[in-house]
């Protein structure tokens, strides 16, 4: 929409993704931040770790953490990262 009612500013917006997807705060595609809270213990972890969907992430932070079996010691939150310059979605130039 932007792209036909101001193709300045979508412009702009292109640009800006394309610089920010090559600097260094750029962390990838496929990133979801887990922030976990051991259920006995109290100890609490962020992390970012890298799957297609927030199961597989679930899946490699218990494998790093060895807790595999149920009933389960951590209790996760797992949450996409941020896109793109605090968006939910990335810029995409269609033409």
Do not use: C
């Not at 260094?24 to 922030?35: A, I």
């Not at 799957?51 to 149920?70: I, L, M, N, P, Q």
């Amino acid at each position: 929409m932007l792209r036909i009612t101001d193709p300045v500013l979508y412009t702009l917006a292109i640009e800006m993704e394309r610089v920010y997807r090559g600097g260094k705060h750029f962390r990838g595609d496929n990133v979801w931040t887990v922030k976990a809270k051991h259920k006995v213990t109290g100890e609490e972890m962020n992390e970012e770790l890298r799957g297609e969907t927030a199961a597989d992430v679930r899946s490699v932070f218990r494998s790093k953490v060895t807790d595999v079996v149920r009933p389960y010691q951590w209790k996760l939150r797992v949450s996409a990262a941020v896109v793109g310059l605090g968006r939910k979605f990335r810029w995409e130039n269609e033409g």
